[in-house]
């Protein structure tokens, strides 16, 4: 698996008046320190001094078989000279280069005051951007507390005297963890720096130690994939419903379809058959007004006939008029009336006639 690029690899770790050390730097090569040495040189004792210890300032996880409870206040007396205190330093540094090609380099360290009269050791913590700053004083004595505040704070640095604060500031500067996280972490930490932990492995311990070294999930992040996966389900359901219903529409619509091809079959012959009877009935329009203009010519011309007819008709009905007041018309009124009388003494005659003869023949009648 790639390493992370950007992350904090360990540089060099240093014991300044602890235990048996006067003061000591140790130079890591890409992260790793390899310590050399026979058995009881002090090679545990001097990893048990910085790591995890540096990082977490646990003094009661401090030794590696976790049977020495005192293992903090017996580093500190052995070595020790005089029954007044003793002052020590333990610390790492740590860089890396981030994502913009920056270097950066933090030092986390650990102070430790042993007081031989009351027989204990008090400690104080502290991170400082940079490389680690000088501990000691002009004379070469380890800085008091204070005067290590004061040095921190000089460097824009954080002082603690608490080692839960000082773990949680380190685990979110270091490795961007939460306190329950960077707990597990160390855990897994502790657990592997047993000198054992080689020799007997145990998968099913080895997998329940990394399991429990695993950061413990945010009650949000699992809140929301919960409903992440809830919503999930949801939308299953709505594509499965969503495709049965576009099932059902794709079913319809295929009935649809036909449908409409046959509606709109029906209504284009309709439509055809409109527009022949359309051309047709506009053929005859046509044809009509045609005819219509003929018969308008045909009336135009019997209309001028017809006026001048009449202009004709008043020419002889004043033709007449003159003729009946004129000598002429006047004689020819005599003669009708002379024609009638002499018509009137004809048919006078004629009845006088009959009668005579209808006398005579009364009058033979009687002589026989």
């Known amino acids: 698996m790639a390493r992370d690029p950007h992350r904090y690899r360990l540089t060099r770790a240093g014991v300044l008046n602890v235990w048996q050390y006067d003061e000591q730097v140790f130079t890591f090569a890409d992260g790793r320190l390899l310590l050399r040495g026979t058995n009881g040189a002090g090679k545990s004792k001097t990893l048990e001094m910085l790591l995890p210890f540096v990082l ?16 903090l206040l017996w580093l500190m007396s052995d070595g020790a000279s005089g029954t007044g205190t003793r002052i ?17 380099v933090v030092t986390c360290g650990i102070g430790l005051r042993f007081s031989a009269g009351a027989r204990t050791v008090s400690t104080w913590q502290f991170t400082v951007p940079g490389a680690v700053p000088d501990l000691c004083e002009p004379d070469g004595t380890p800085l008091s507390m204070p005067r290590c505040k004061e040095l921190v704070d000089s ?22 963890l939460q306190p329950q996280a960077y707990d597990d972490l160390l855990r897994l930490l502790y657990w592997l ?80 058959a409109a527009e022949k009877e359309r051309a047709a009935r506009a053929r005859a329009v046509g044809q009509e007004s045609a005819a219509l203009e003929q018969v308008v010519a045909a009336l135009e011309a019997a209309e ?21 007041s004129g000598p002429l018309a006047r004689n020819q009124q005599v003669l009708r009336e002379k024609q009638r009388r002499a018509s009137d003494l004809t048919d006078a005659a004629v009845r006088t006639r009959e009668a005579a003869d209808r006398a005579t023949a009364r009058a033979e009648n009687g002589r026989a």
């Open 56 to 71: 977490d300032g646990d003094k009661a996880r401090m030794t590696a078989t976790g049977r020495q409870g005192s293992q």
């Open 88 to 104: 020590g330093y333990l610390w790492v540094e740590l860089a890396r280069v981030d994502a913009s090609g920056e270097a950066q």
């Open 155 to 176: 460097f824009g640095g954080s002082a603690f005297e608490s080692p839960r604060a000082y773990k949680e500031h380190v685990g979110r500067l270091l490795f961007g």
């Open 193 to 272: 720096r047993q000198p054992q932990v080689g020799e007997d492995i145990d998968p099913a311990r080895l997998v329940a130690m990394l399991d429990e070294a695993l950061p413990a999930l945010d009650d949000d992040a699992v809140r929301q994939v919960g409903e992440a996966f809830d919503d999930l389900a949801e939308h299953g359901e709505r594509v499965e419903k969503l495709a049965a219903a576009a099932a059902a529409v794709a079913a319809s619509a295929a009935v649809y379809r036909r449908y409409a091809a046959t509606v709109v079959q029906e209504r284009a012959a309709a439509a055809l």
């Open 304 to 324: 001028t006939e017809q006026r001048a007819a009449g202009e004709r008709l008043a020419q002889a009905a004043s033709r007449v008029q003159v003729l009946e």
